[in-house]
């Protein structure tokens, strides 16, 4: 019983943490990074009016963008799987729309 709760306590703090979340979705080949961005990252990047993200001056570059996509961060997910030709079309159509922070 004891055992249970110490694997739900830290199942939970994982959660809370976000330092295990992963999300395998997959991009078809043909999909244009703003059809990625809708799918995927509009949950919780919301687009404004102008700007569809709003980036840091250390994040604005196609490069920042792609290893944010790949590693996630504390609070947003991995998504190790939109890499290669869609994750430059992913991080070119958001450095085109995105504005600074
Ligand atoms: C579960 C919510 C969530 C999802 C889904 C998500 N993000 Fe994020 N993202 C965040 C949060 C929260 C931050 C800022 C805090 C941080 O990095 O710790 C962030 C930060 C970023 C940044 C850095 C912005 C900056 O300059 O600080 C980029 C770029 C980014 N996300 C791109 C994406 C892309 C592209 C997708 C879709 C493939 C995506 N995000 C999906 C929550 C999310």
């Known amino acids: 019983m004891k055992k249970i709760s ?5 199942c939970a703090l994982i959660t809370l ?5 992963t999300d395998t979705y997959t991009p078809s080949s043909t999909i244009s990074g703003e059809e990625i961005f809708n799918l995927n990252c ?7 009016v102008d700007a569809v993200i709003r980036l ?6 196609k490069e920042a963008i792609l290893k944010q996509i ?3 961060s504390m609070s ?8 290669g030709e869609s ?3 992913l991080a070119k159509y958001i450095l ?3 504005k600074p922070k």
Do not use: D
Not at 17 to 21: D, R
Not at 56 to 61: G, P, R
Not at 76 to 83: E, G, V
């Open 6 to 10: 110490v694997i739900l306590v830290s």
């Open 17 to 21: 943490a976000g330092c295990s979340k």
């Open 42 to 48: 509009t949950k919780c990047h919301k687009p404004e």
């Open 56 to 61: 840091s001056s250390n994040k604005a570059s």
């Open 70 to 72: 790949q590693s996630g």
């Open 76 to 83: 947003m997910p991995a998504f190790p799987n939109i890499k």
């Open 87 to 89: 994750g430059e079309r």
């Open 96 to 98: 085109e729309n995105s």
